[in-house]
C-alpha cells in the first residue's frame, strides 16, 4: 500500500521535472507555431473578409491596400442588403419547407431502419446491408435526369417534396452510421426486454433510442447542414423565386451584383447576406463541436 | 409440410417473427430503394440511348450518344482533360496538405481544439458563400489577394479570367475545404500506439524515418479511405466551379457535372447528358476498383489481411 502510494509519488515527480530547454527545443516550438498561425490565419481569412467587407461603403472595398477591419463600419449594410430581395421568404423556405422536416423525418426513418439491419437477426440482412452500402457509392449524377423527369412527371417540380419524401427512405450514409453505433450496444439490454414481452418497435424506443441520443444528435446535425448548404438541388428542381431557398437567393443577389461599380454598395452587400446564411452553421459550429467532430469520426475512419 | 420443405427448412416461429419485423423495419429504405436508387439507375441508361428534348418522345438512338461524346462532340474532351486535371492533381494535394496539417496539430500544441476547429470551418460552411468571397478574393481589379500584390508593385494574378490560372485557382479552393479528411486524419494520427515510435526511437529512428515506416503505414487505410471519398466527390464538383467561373474562361474548368447539367437543363439533351452521367460513373467505378486493387501494395491492416 505504502508502496503503491510512494511509486505514485514518485510517478508524478518525474512527470512535473521539465525537459531541459534547449536551444533545438526552442526552435521546434517556434517551428510548430510559426507553420500553424500562419497556416489557420489563411484559412479563416476568407470567412473573416467575407464578415469584414460586409461592413464596408463601396470606397473601402476600392481602397489599395485592402482595407482589413472597415472604419466607419457600416452595421445598416446587413439589413438593407436582407431587403434587397425577399431574403425573409427565402429564410422561411429554407427553415421550414426544406431543413427541418428533412432533418426530422431523416432522423427518424435512418434509425428505424437501421435498427432494421443492427439488431433485428433475419435471412438476408448481410445482403440487404451490403446493397445499402452500394447505394453510397451510387453518384447522384445518374439520378439527376431520371429524377428531374420523374418530378417533372408527378409535378412536384418548384416544391419541396423531392426532399422530404426521399427523406422517409432513410438516408444510406445515416443508416450505416446508426447501425454501427445501436451494435455497440450490448444485445443483453435488448435480449432483456423481450423476455419480458417488449416487441421490437418497444425496445427501440425504450431501450436503444434513449441510449443512442449522440448519434442522433449527428444524424440531425449533417442533415441539418446539407439542406441548408445545398445548392444543386434546389437550382434543378426549383424554380420560381418566391419558392428559393437562401443558397438561390444569394445566387440571384450575385447576378444582380455582377456589374460593380454600376450598382450601390452591391459586394458588401453580397458579402453580408453570405456572411448571415453562414452565420447560422459557425455558431452551430461553436456549439457543437464535438457532435461535428466526433460525426466525421464516426462516419470516416469506420467506412 | 408443404413444397418448401424441400428446398430449405422451415423456419421456426422466432425466426419468421424477427423476419417480418425487419423487414417492417427496413420497409421505408426497401421502397426507397426501389424507386430511388434502382429505377434511377435504370432509367438513366435508357435515357442514355435515346434523344429526348423534353418535348417530342423519345427517339432510340444506341450507342449514338455516346459516340456523339467521343468523337463529334466539340466540347467533351476539353471537358474530361479539365476534370481529370483538376481532379487527379486538387485531390491528392487537397489530401497531402490535409495530411501535413494533420501531423503538424497531433503535435503538442496549445489550443490544438481551436486550430482544428479553424482549419474544418471552410468545409461547412455554405459552398455559396464560400464562393462568393472567393470570386471576390481572386476578382483582378478589386480583390483582396490582387489588392496585396498591387500595394507591393508585384504584378497581378488573373486567377479566374485566364484559362491556365482558373483551374489552379479552383484547385486553391478545393485544398481550402478539405477540413474534414484533416480531422479524420488527426483522430488517425492519435490512435497510433505510442509504443511504435519509442520501439523506433529505441532504435535510433530519426523522426522522417518514424513517419515513412511507422506512421504513414499505420494510417494507409485513412490515406486510402480519404483519397476515394475524395475522387467520388471531385469527379462531381459542381457548386464552387460553377459559381466562380461557370466552366470559363474558354471552357478551362468545364468539368464533368457542369457539362452535364448544361445539357440537360440548358440545352435539354436529356439522352446525352444521361450518357454523360454514365461517363462519370463509369470513371468513378475504374478509379474506385484501381484504388481498391492496387492498394494491397501499399496499405497496412494491421494483421488483417
Known sequence: MTTAVQQQAGASRIKKTRKPLTVQSVLVEALKYSLLIPL???FIFPIFWMFSSALKDDPQVFTIPPVLIPNPAFWENFIDAWNMLPFNTFAFNTIFRFVLPVTLITVVSSTVVAY???KIKWPGREFFFWLVLLTLMLPWAVKMVPVFLGLRYLNWLDTYYFWTVTALFGHPYFIFMLRQFF??????????ARIDGA?????LLRVILPLSKPALAVVALFRFLWAWNDYLGPKLFIRTQENYPLALGIDLLSSRADDVGRCVRCLPY????????ALPVIVMFFFAQRTFIEGINLTGTKG | MSLFSFTRRKYTSTEKRNLKWALLFISPWLFGFVTYELYPLAASFYYSLNRYDLIRPPVFLGFNNYIELFTTDPNFP???INTLYYVGFGVPLGIFFAFLIANLLNQKIVGRTFFRGVIYMPAIVPAVASAMVWQYLMNVQFGAINGILRSMELPIIPFLSSPAWSKPSLILVLIWTQGAAVVIF???LQDVPKSLYEAASLDGASAWQKMLNVTIPMVSPIILFNLITGFVAGFQEFTIPWLLTEGGPMNSTEFLLIFLYRSAFVNFRMGKASAVAWVILIIIVIFTAIMFRTSARWIYYGGES
Open chain 1, 116 to 118: 432494421g439491419f443492427a
Open chain 1, 183 to 192: 451494435r455497440s450496444i450490448p444485445e443483453d439490454l435488448s435480449e432483456a
Open chain 2, 186 to 188: 488527426l483522430a488517425a
Open chain 2, 78 to 80: 476539353q471537358v474530361l
Open chain 1, 199 to 203: 416487441n421490437e418497435l418497444t425496445i
Open chain 1, 270 to 277: 453580397l458579402m453580408a447576406v453570405s456572411a448571415l446564411v
Open chain 1, 40 to 42: 489557420t490565419a489563411s
